[in-house]
């Protein structure tokens, strides 16, 4: 669960549970099976509606698969960096809504 800077590359990495991870790539295998239905329909020129409407469902999968992460770093690489007393994970966080709110 701990977020760490990997010594490489500067980058943080977050070990997950057994059951986080399996969701996680439960919901990104699912995407990416509606990714594919759509280049298919693309691929056999279905209507534009028809497709429109399986991309605003793969972009509601998307944005479910954010809320998890997103309520998953907060309970607890967030909760975590701020009992540490590293304030900087805040500000990272206001940003990370900035960019998801746009």
């Known amino acids: 669960m701990?977020?760490?800077?990997?010594?490489?590359?500067?980058?943080k990495t977050k070990e997950r549970?057994?059951?986080e991870y399996k969701d996680l790539i439960h919901r990104l295998n699912r995407i990416e099976g509606q990714i594919?239905?759509?280049?298919?329909?693309?691929?056999?020129d279905a209507y534009?509606?028809?497709?429109l409407v399986q991309v605003a469902a793969?972009?509601?999968?998307l944005n479910s698969f954010?809320?998890?992460?997103l309520a998953n770093h907060i309970k607890s690489c967030v909760t975590q960096?701020?009992?540490e007393g590293k304030e900087g994970t805040v500000?990272?966080?206001?940003?990370?809504?900035?960019?998801?709110?746009?």
């Not at 500000?91 to 746009?102: G, P, R």
């Open 2 to 11: 701990e977020a760490e800077d990997t010594s490489c590359c500067g980058y």
């Open 17 to 19: 549970n057994e059951k």
């Open 36 to 44: 594919r239905g759509i280049r298919g329909m693309v691929e056999r």
């Open 48 to 51: 534009c509606t028809d497709i």
């Open 58 to 61: 793969a972009n509601a999968a």
């Open 66 to 69: 954010n809320k998890v992460l």
């Open 81 to 83: 960096d701020i009992r």
């Open 91 to 102: 500000d990272e966080l206001v940003e990370v809504l900035q960019k998801l709110m746009k």
